[in-house]
């Protein structure tokens, strides 16, 4: 995986099927298979990206350019599953990925079925994810064009 506009939106896409539904608002930072130009109020989507949207319903609303705040809360989710996903799987040796894919989400699922601290529970998470819009069951393609002119 790279952070190509494909790979990117095939990323969002599994997340989209690993949930089971849609949200009302994606959330990306402003790497450049989301955004094509930041700006701190008004970035500008990469058209195929506003498109894949388009196909399912949802708004992107990426994160402001220079401002940590509106961060924080993903950073803290990277370094949670990195620590409790992550960090075990890389003690192993996997031969293939599939392998490794099921390995992944073996851990997803024990770490997501954990108490969370707090008054949120697994049950709150379930409610969360009950809250978003049903899975469209046509998947998104990818689509390119190329523009040429013919000399004079």
């Known amino acids: 995986m790279s952070q190509q506009k494909e790979d990117f939106i095939a990323a969002c896409e599994n997340t989209l099927h690993f949930i089971g539904g849609v949200p009302a608002a994606i959330v990306p930072d402003n790497l450049k298979a989301a955004v094509t130009k930041s700006s701190r109020y008004e ?10 949207a388009d196909h399912y319903g949802t708004t992107i609303l990426p994160a402001r350019a220079y401002r940590p705040r509106d961060k924080a809360l993903v950073e803290g989710a990277v370094k949670i599953i990195y620590t409790k996903v992550y960090a075990p799987l890389n003690k192993h040796i996997y031969h293939s990925l599939s392998e490794l894919n099921t390995a992944i989400r073996q851990a997803l699922e024990v770490h997501n079925s954990q108490l969370l601290k707090g008054a949120i529970t697994a049950g709150n998470y379930s409610l969360k994810r009950s809250s978003a819009r049903p899975w469209h069951r046509c998947r998104y393609c990818v689509t390119s064009s190329k523009s040429t002119s013919m000399p004079g």
């Open 43 to 52: 970035p500008t989507l990469n058209e195929t990206f506003e498109d894949f």
